[in-house]
């Protein structure tokens, strides 16, 4: 049964409300098989190219797929148009030269089909007929726009963290839940080999008791103190009320838009919640958590650098969690990228050579051992009494599920709890106070303080 958190009931403005509900191609096929059950006429001639003859996929049978944020959501674009049976037909982004530039990758990259460029999310929810959408704009849109597609019908992609806070992405969980969305989260890694075999190795005891793990997900990069000189005047190709949208205002900087705003506490969360809940992902499978977490929660974070203005979210941090088990976990900046766990009979490591590409291939990650007997104890074959779910592209995973209907490698539950930890650790470090936390309730235990923290604060008029 979803949680219903008393911490924030959203409800999406009129103005982000679809007109309609839009008749797609998942639609279309549920109606038709009712139809087939009830005796209702149907079509009996089909065209042979509309059931895809030659060894192609016929149109009415590819997923069409919407992109929501034209950086980001262009690598996973070019993953999925690996995919025959899926196209993206899409692309929305609030600067038109960036938009262009990834309709005409996208449309370069798939024969046949052309993706529509599209300024505005919610009329490309609406009116584009998509059966799922890659939500990959800034954080602090994630939540608000996993909401609209929920009740658009869609099926969803969200980049992590699920949302900017922690009660709107329980809010975006449960809206997802609600309307039957297939949800997959992007913490990819759940689908490599090597990731698999280290969290199902650890989970079935090869390490026995399992007392400390540590994520690394490295350190937010620099940028540059100097202002442009275009500060406060966006320029004409750039909708910047459109790209601030629920978060709060602050003057067009060139810097914050193009990349920088991960570092800006207003729209996201550095590396902390940005890149760390990928890897906490991987130690939550492993330790049993995929709907729970840590009890208590510490922090701490680096001096910032007053001269740095509007960069707010230090690039270095650290914060060690606690488990009902007496584990405790630990993330920080100053950790390899990937997670190390710490047992009675030593420790393995998985962690990423590089890890995604900006082309959407992916870097195969290492495994390593405090002793080459605990590694050799983790081989391909390992896999073959697994009671881990199977998934060997996160990509292809998601497009299945989108038509069997069934439960992806990373859905939104465990993407949520994943990105829980980050959001508790950062709440702690800001307020230097250890947190006590309910997993089930999802609340903070005789802090009120510190639970200000877990709830958004959207400019008007996005959420009311």
Sequence with gaps: ????????????????????????????????????????????????????????????????????????????????????????????????????SAVADVNERQGGVVAKPWRDFREMFDKAGLDAVVLAAPDHWHGVMAIAAARAGLDIWAETPLARTLAEGRAAVNAAANRG???????????????????????????????????????????????????????????????????????????????????????????????????????????????????????????????????????RYRCVCAYASGATLAVSAAFPRGVRFYGERGWLFVGD?????PDGSIERPVLEASDSDILAEVPPSAEVSSPFYRSDNHWRNFADCVKSRRRTASPAETGHRSACIAHLGRIAALTGRRIRWSPDAEEIKDDETASQFLRPNFRMPWML
């Design 353 to 357: 050579k590089i890890g995604m590409l």
């Design 1 to 100: 049964m979803p949680f219903h958190s008393p911490l924030l009931t959203p409800l999406l403005t009129p103005s982000l409300m679809p007109l309609h509900t839009p008749i797609n191609r998942r639609r279309f096929l549920r109606n038709l098989g009712a139809a087939l059950v009830s005796g209702a006429a149907v079509p009996t001639v089909i065209p042979a190219s509309a059931l895809g003859r030659g060894g192609a996929v016929a149109p009415s049978g590819r997923i069409a797929i919407g992109v929501v944020g034209a950086a980001h959501g262009l690598a996973n674009a070019r993953r999925f148009l690996t995919l025959p049976d899926v196209a993206v037909t899409a692309v929305c982004d609030v600067d038109a030269h960036r938009l262009a």
């Design 181 to 315: 969305c297939v949800w997959q989260t992007g913490t990819w890694r759940r689908s490599v080999r090597e990731y698999r075999l280290a969290a199902g190795f650890v989970q079935r005891g090869g390490l026995g008791l399992v007392t400390h793990v540590e994520v690394g997900s490295g350190s937010l990069g620099e940028t540059s103190a100097v202002r442009p000189e275009d500060y406060g005047k966006p320029p004409a190709h750039l909708d910047y009320e459109m790209w601030v949208g629920p978060g709060l205002w602050t003057e067009y900087d060139a810097r914050v838009v193009g990349g920088g705003w991960r570092g800006v506490s207003l729209y996201g969360g550095g590396t902390l919640a940005d890149t760390a809940p990928h890897f906490i992902d991987i130690a939550q499978w492993a330790l049993g958590m995929n709907h729970s977490g840590p009890v208590t929660i510490a922090g701490s974070i680096g001096r910032e650098d007053a001269s740095a203005e509007p960069f707010d979210v230090a690039p």
